[in-house]
């Protein structure tokens, strides 16, 4: 049975389709589902037309366990808003042996430490709409991230519309396609995270530095480049070389110059870098 249990469920998260949810009684209720999937984590949130929401995520560890979460209740949906009144939630822990009961946990409340977000913005550009939160959220960072954050990362380097990150959306019916981001949807206060245009600049200098964590050297090349703060540049922002995948991640900023911190192990013990070389937020 708990075998059973858990096809069932897993089948619920990723066999939906976009527009269709079956309840328990077989009832079929028009459903509008946005999700998001990563390496061994994803989530997805279920929004039915008689006003109830069902919000999912799920994480697998690469050597069994894991946790599925899932949110019950009512939404509200207002222009570009949407909230969510969270009334109960299911938690099933994954035991790390296959042979091993999970624990499954279920509330008819919602408790602080388990809630997931449940206040969105809703976002519109071409074929997608997104459900973005300013709470911050654990992810694969050591940065404190929110949706707007991992949004305008992937907009600032062209990832998305192609590809999406960890944060809901859905694709649409529409016809606005290649079109840009028309911006003022986003809260003043995370815009400036948003380029208008990519950023082009080129590397002034570098030179190889040592750093000791945990008692053990590590070898960087801290890389100068030739635009700062009064050109927009920003600590984090993501820079690139042409037709390379490598990030290259802003460090710390001055008014004309900002640096770069790259670790030996990107070069794989030998640094090409040129002084010239241009490097872009966005090449195409």
Do not use: A
Not at 67 to 78: D, N, V
Not at 79 to 104: H, T
Not at 130 to 140: A, F, K, Q
Not at 152 to 169: A, H, I, K, V
């Amino acid at each position: 049975m708990r075998i059973l249990f858990r096809i069932l469920l897993i089948s619920l998260i990723f066999g939906c389709k976009n527009r269709t949810y079956i309840s328990d009684s077989n009832e079929t209720i028009d459903t509008l589902k946005y999700s998001y999937k990563g390496f061994n984590n994803g989530g997805s949130l279920y929004l039915m037309n008689n006003g109830n929401f069902i919000h999912t995520k799920f994480i697998y560890g690469c050597t069994g366990g894991g946790e599925i979460k899932q949110i019950f209740g009512e939404y509200k949906r207002e222009k570009s808003d949407l909230i969510l009144n969270e009334k109960r939630i299911e938690l099933e822990k994954l035991s790390i042996g296959f042979n091993e009961k999970s624990e499954i946990l279920k509330l008819n409340f919602v408790p602080d430490s388990l809630k997931l977000n449940n206040k969105f913005k809703i976002i519109n550009w071409n074929n997608f709409e997104y459900l973005l939160s300013e709470n911050i959220t654990e992810g694969w960072s050591l940065r404190e991230l929110n949706d707007f954050n991992r949004f305008s990362d992937n907009y600032n380097s062209g990832y998305e519309p192609e590809n999406s990150g960890m944060y809901l959306r859905m694709k649409v019916d529409s016809i606005n396609t290649n079109k840009k981001l028309n911006l003022n949807q986003i809260p003043i206060k995370w815009r400036n995270l948003f380029l208008q245009e990519p950023i082009k600049t080129k590397i002034v200098g570098f030179r190889k530095k040592t750093e000791i964590i945990d008692n053990e050297d590590y070898i960087y090349w801290l890389v100068k480049i030739d635009k700062g703060e009064n050109q927009n540049i920003r600590k984090f922002l993501d820079f690139k070389r042409k037709n390379e995948y490598n990030i290259f991640t802003i460090d710390s900023v001055l008014s004309n110059k900002s640096y770069i911190k790259i670790y030996d192990h990107t070069f794989q013990d030998k640094m090409d870098l040129k002084v010239g070389e241009e490097l872009r937020t966005k090449w195409n």
